[in-house]
Structures are given as C-alpha cells and as structure tokens.
C-alpha cells in the first residue's frame, strides 16, 4: 500500500483467525499484519484491499475498543471491486454466505452483498463513492 487510508473500518470477531481466513481466502483480502497476544488471540489486524484497509481483533482482550462493542450487532462494509462476477465466483467457491447474488442497481451499479461467519454484511460492487463531481 502506497498510502495508509484515511478510514479503516474496524470489526471485532470471537474467532479472529477464522475471520481472517475467510476475508482473505473467499473475499480476496490480503494480509497487511497481525499480532497476536500472549494467548495467541489476534489483538489486532490489518488486511487490505485495493487502497483500502480494514481492521480486526478478537472480542473478549478487555480493550476499551473491546469494551464498547460490547453486544454489538454486526456492521456493513462496502468494498469497490472492478468485476463483481468474478469477485461473487470466488467467495462461492470457498463457500461465503451469499445473501444477495450480483444484482445490477437502479444507479447504474453491480454488486452483491454476503455475510461473514459472524453475522457482518459485506457488499461488492461496482459503485466508487466520492468518484462523481459534485
């Protein structure tokens, strides 16, 4: 990554490594860095995606970050990918829960959305937000 993200969503997971598993094997993250504790819980990661980046841990470190999401529910991440077909075809294949197939938009967008193994919302599309002049 040639320049760090102004916006880094971050998520917390009971299981972390399966997580990061998932994001980088069926939605195609790449591993930036993780760190894990004394007890080999990830106390932090970063994965990346184009020039963007999210951040993850494991719920139950006692942080204050993990102290506030505390019984939160899942959250919703959008992610610009070029081919959403593409993109959908390889999150099948590793078996992602694919909630909405791709599905062209009334806004001239593709995307589709899939929940991870805990319940987040993921959604792959064409639309590049800030893109149009305003």
């Known amino acids: 990554m040639s320049q760090s993200p102004s916006i880094c969503p971050t998520l917390v997971y009971a299981d972390a490594k399966a997580a990061i598993k998932q994001l980088t094997e069926a939605f195609g993250f790449t591993e930036h860095a993780v760190y894990e504790d004394e007890t080999g819980a990830v106390a932090h990661a970063e994965l990346t995606y184009g020039n963007g980046m999210v951040m993850l841990g494991s719920k139950g470190t006692g942080s204050e970050f993990d102290k506030l999401m505390k019984g939160g529910g ?4 959008f992610v610009h990918v070029d081919d959403v077909d593409a ?11 694919i909630v909405m ?27 590049s937000p800030g893109a149009a002049e305003a």
Request: net charge negative.
């Open 74 to 77: 899942p959250t919703g991440v």
């Open 87 to 97: 993109h959908h075809a390889g999150a099948l294949e590793h078996g992602a829960d």
């Open 101 to 127: 197939p791709p599905t062209d938009q009334d806004y001239g967008a593709r995307d589709y959305m899939a929940r991870d193994i805990e319940g987040n919302v993921w959604s792959f599309g064409t639309y």
